[in-house]
Nanobody, 123 residues
Framework: VQLQASGGGLVQPDGNLRLSCAAS????????IGWFRQAPGKERVGIAS????????FYVNSVRGRFTVSRDNAKNTVYLQMSSLKPEDTGVYYC?????????????????WGQGTLVTVSS
């Protein structure tokens, strides 16, 4: 099982960015994928999750309405579309997977982790 997160970079406030999480070694149909963010000097926290079983999603309050998680099963890839970005969205973004059906943003739920991609929101 491998996860490869990509798409990070420098973006101005109110800008948009799309992160990708390419999965290999398993099918997205069998997994829940979570997105996590670690801001500078802070702990890693879960921000969004999507179920491969039924496509259900969950967002924490700080990103709800601005971020959208989606999946492309044909490409075995999950995306995190981020809009109206704020400086406080800056951090390293990780995707993680667990072979389950119930979505979660708890770090302890997940068994497999990608390497992280850095997002910097700054003017």
């Amino acid at each position: 099982v491998q996860l490869q997160a990509s798409g990070g970079g420098l973006v101005q406030p109110d800008g948009n960015l799309r992160l990708s999480c390419a999965a290999s070694g398993f099918s997205l149909d069998d997994a829940v994928i979570g997105w996590f963010r670690q801001a500078p000097g802070k702990e890693r926290v879960g921000i969004a999750s999507i179920s491969g079983f039924d496509g259900s999603t969950f967002y924490v309050n700080s990103v709800r309405g601005r971020f959208t998680v989606s999946r492309d099963n044909a490409k075995n890839t999950v995306y995190l579309q981020m809009s109206s970005l704020k400086p406080e969205d800056t951090g390293v973004y990780y995707c993680a997977a667990v072979m389950a059906r119930i979505i979660s943003t708890m770090e302890s739920t997940y068994d497999y982790w990608g390497q992280g991609t850095l997002v910097t929101v700054s003017s």
